[in-house]
């Protein structure tokens, strides 16, 4: 069965650091693009950052400097990692694998939806 699991939401304080994750039930992981995006209440889910099979990585400019999306193919794992929190942070993050986008378009509208998604974590950053 295809899945991705996020792990390591919670609530911090602006101005602290957590580091999620997402382990990947996909037989060929590598050959993903895998991404994160966001969903805060009452507002549309969101494009946060991406990563290519060859590790090129993407961001929306509200992240950029703070977090750093990385892979480790021989766990099957996608991480991103949340520096400088900010309350504006606070969402949903979702976990997603696509072998048809790439890294820079994986955020950009589509006709269809992206191959897999996970279940989802809460971050919350209180100010």
């Known amino acids: 069965q295809v899945q991705l699991v996020e792990s390591g939401g919670g609530l911090v304080q602006t101005g602290d650091s957590l580091r999620l994750s997402c382990a990947a039930s996909l037989r060929t992981f590598s050959g993903y693009t895998m991404g994160w995006f966001r969903q805060a209440p009452g507002k549309e889910r969101e494009f946060v950052a991406s990563i290519s099979m060859t590790r090129a990585t993407y961001y929306t400019d509200s992240v950029k400097g703070r977090f750093t999306i990385s892979r480790d193919n021989a766990k099957n794992t996608v991480y991103l990692q949340m520096n400088s929190l900010k309350p504006e942070d606070t969402a949903v993050y979702y976990c997603?694998?696509?072998?048809?986008?790439?890294?820079?378009?994986?955020?950009?509208?589509?006709?269809?939806?992206?191959?897999?998604w996970g279940q989802g974590t809460l971050v919350t950053v209180s100010s």
């Open positions: 997603t694998a696509d072998r048809f986008t790439t890294e820079r378009t994986m955020g950009a509208p589509r006709g269809r939806s992206l191959e897999v």
